[in-house]
């Protein structure tokens, strides 16, 4: 059981950015798969899941900016990031939820994907 974290870069304020997350070893689709991200010297934070059935949900500070959808043919979820500010710059994570439910919190993901960088800057 994998999960593999890509699309990360350097954008600028106002940009946009796709991040992915493709598994291994399971089937994405009957899974909670979370998105997580941390700042340079802060927690780590959920920012958004999707359920199972595809329902999602997303932290109070970044509603309306992300989107996160699932494409089971490619057993991969996709986060799109759009609007960047530099406070969204950090490392963000996939995870993997123990069963088909998904929230916004570390203790229900058994599996992680490496993280990768998003740098907001001008």
């Known amino acids: 059981v994998q999960l593999q974290a890509s699309g990360g870069g350097s954008v600028q304020p106002g940009g946009a950015l796709t991040l992915s997350c493709a598994a291994s070893?399971?089937?994405?689709?009957?899974?909670?798969i979370g998105w997580f991200r941390q700042a340079p010297g802060k927690e780590r934070e959920g920012v958004s899941c999707?359920?199972?059935?595809?329902?999602?949900y997303y932290a109070d500070s970044i509603k309306g900016r992300f989107a996160i959808r699932r494409d089971n043919a490619k057993n991969t979820v996709y986060l799109q990031i759009s609007d960047l500010k530099p406070e969204d710059t950090a490392v963000y994570y996939c995870?993997?939820?123990?069963?088909?439910?998904?929230?916004?919190?570390?203790?229900?993901?058994?599996?992680w994907g490496q993280g990768t960088l998003v740098t907001v800057s001008s």
């Open positions: 995870a993997k939820s123990v069963g088909s439910t998904c929230r916004l919190r570390f203790g229900v993901y058994d599996r």
């Open positions: 070893g399971f089937t994405m689709g009957s899974y909670g």
């Open positions: 999707i359920s199972g059935s595809d329902s999602t």
